[in-house]
């Protein structure tokens, strides 16, 4: 009610608007009315809706299956199969690893406590998880040091109702919270004193995207995924329950009784009237059968029942497919996600919207959850690190040695790869293999790679669970630098094999002409030559 009077004005403003002479931005047409004060659509106007209460925010996150489908659904899916991590700096310590994956596993419990963090976030515009960690302070409201962290106690989930901002920074930002738990086993509405937390100590997590404007007047908080879903998702309610009476009066059932206008007018005792229309309907669910007075000989006084059909109902499907598709629209879902429905059409398999809607899951991995939960996978790493140091101290205090300060601690960051989200068909596998398979041959057979290199790589790839071919470079680089050696080898020592060869060939040359020539029986030419005749050389006449 609060909006009426915003809403008077503007239309207000609108009215005057088009009387005036003004010049207006847009098509009008003087003599059909379109775009000036005659234009009914001239007067629509975009106004703020109100706000969604939090108690409307949980009936319909309760209530709806539709709602919860579109608040939990991207989350359930980002966390639907376990992440691996990794060291990005540093050598990694299998040891660490495997301890960070199973303390994370103990904090998140049975009900998943990070999951519903985020899912709060969504549903109310603002929730998260509270980060009860050792840091050298035992007050909830000094700051939380990453770095300084030596044990994380606790997850604790919460929701927009339970944070309440209670100090701000210079800038404007908060400083501490108010948060109020909800212990189980108590009464609702009963008072629990508010504990102060430090916003350090608060992992956020943000609902749709909201304006500064907005976030100011909701103090701080976003509005909640379901704001701009609200009305696409009343109209499809309404929707079907329209539909649920269409059908339920699909066939009306109508009965004629002579005279009973006048029964009704003259009757001062019990309703014999409605006294005969139960004793029917009673007769009818029995008997399956209606029992009908006759009249007299001549048939006046007949009763009359028949069933009147309604107009047909068979092109309510189309209505009813646009509602789920603009429901999907406004949810950013493709119907085989928000409904389940499978694609229909022929040769639809739908899988241009499920990659669509993966997309919005990795944006959402990325941007959402990804930084949040490294900072607890790192504060767990700082955990093992510090039992581990304890432990190495107190090893050297019973061997009698002194603890040794001086050792540089590790500095190791780990970050989260995460798992595909498509599942392939084993027939993809199978092909993808075979693909792969006859790809590395081919390298073989160009000797790119050796054979028995290959049979190491590929075995150490299915080892890891790695669909591509990893190959390993570092015997290349050393293989190219070996090569590279040996001709700078050869160049050096050219001068010397070029001498050598050459010797070597006037030697040959000599030992050749040093041979006897061969000549066949009787000083003939041996078989198969022409013998010729020799003619006197030059000098030789000369000397005669």
């Excluded at 039992?387 to 107190?394: K, L």
């Excluded at 040359?509 to 041979?515: A, C, G, L």
Aim: aromatic share 6%; proline share 4%.
């Amino acid at each position: 009610m609060s909006n009426l009077p915003a809403l008077r004005d503007n239309i207000q403003n609108f009215i005057e608007k088009f009387k005036s002479k003004a010049v207006m931005d847009g098509f009008a047409n003087a003599m059909t009315g379109l775009g000036t004060s005659r234009d009914k659509t001239t007067f629509s106007a975009w106004v703020a809706d109100p706000p969604l209460m939090d108690d409307e925010l949980e009936a319909v996150y309760e209530s709806n299956d539709l709602a919860q489908v579109i608040v939990d659904k991207i989350v359930d899916d980002s966390l639907r199969e376990p992440f691996t991590i990794k060291m990005v700096d540093g050598e990694p310590d299998e040891d660490e690893g495997r301890y960070i994956m199973k303390r994370w596993t103990e904090l998140q419990g049975k009900d998943e406590r990070f999951k519903r963090g985020c899912k709060w976030g969504r549903l109310f515009g603002g929730g998260g998880v509270i980060v009860v960690a050792k840091s050298g302070t035992n007050t909830s409201r000094a700051p939380l040091l990453d770095e300084k962290v030596t044990e994380v106690v606790k997850l604790i989930d919460f929701d927009k109702q339970q944070m309440q901002p209670y100090t701000f920074n210079t800038d404007g930002s908060v400083r501490t919270f108010l948060y109020t738990p909800v212990i189980l086993g108590m009464a609702a509405g009963t008072n629990v004193l508010p504990i102060e937390v430090h916003t350090s100590r608060v992992i956020l997590c943000p609902g749709a995207s909201t304006t500064n404007k907005a976030r100011q007047a909701n103090e701080g908080w976003d509005h909640s995924v379901l704001k701009r879903v609200r009305a696409a998702l009343l109209s499809f309610d309404g929707m079907w329950k329209s539909v649920d009476n269409m059908f339920s009066d699909a066939s009306q059932a109508v009965f004629k009784m002579q005279g009973l206008i006048q029964s009704l007018a003259e009757d001062t005792g019990p309703n014999a009237v409605q006294v005969r229309l139960q004793l029917m309907d009673r007769i009818r669910s029995v008997a399956r059968a209606i029992i009908l007075d006759a009249g007299d000989e001549q048939g006046n006084g007949a009763e009359d029942f028949e069933l009147k059909e309604r107009a047909s109902l068979g092109g309510l499907d189309g209505v009813i497919g646009q509602y789920m598709v603009r429901l999907a629209t406004a949810a950013r879902m493709p119907l085989t996600v928000l409904l389940g429905m499978a694609p229909a059409g022929m040769d639809a398999t739908g899988e241009s919207d499920m990659v669509l809607y993966f997309n919005t899951v990795d944006i959402y991995r990325q941007n959402v959850l990804q930084e949040r939960i490294e900072r607890i996978l790192n504060m767990l790493a700082l955990e093992y690190r510090a039992s581990a140091i304890v432990e190495d101290a107190f090893s050297k205090l019973e061997s009698g040695e002194e603890p040794d300060d001086s050792d540089e601690e590790e500095t190791g960051r780990w970050c989260i790869e995460w798992p595909e989200l498509a599942r392939p068909k084993p027939i993809d596998v199978a092909t993808a293999e075979n693909m792969r398979i006859t790809s590395a041959m081919q390298l073989v057979d160009g000797t790119v790679i050796q054979a028995e290199e290959l049979a190491l790589r590929l075995s150490d790839v299915a080892a890891r669970g790695i669909t591509a071919l990893d190959l390993n470079l570092q015997p290349r680089r050393a293989a190219l630098e070996a090569a590279h050696e040996e001709v700078a080898n050869r160049e050096v020592g050219l001068g010397k094999a070029e001498a050598t060869a050459a010797v070597e060939t006037e030697n040959a040359i000599k030992v050749e002409k040093s041979k006897p020539k061969s000549v066949g029986p009787k000083g003939k030419a041996p078989a198969g030559k022409m013998s010729k005749r020799k003619t006197p050389s030059k000098a030789a006449k000369r000397q005669v």
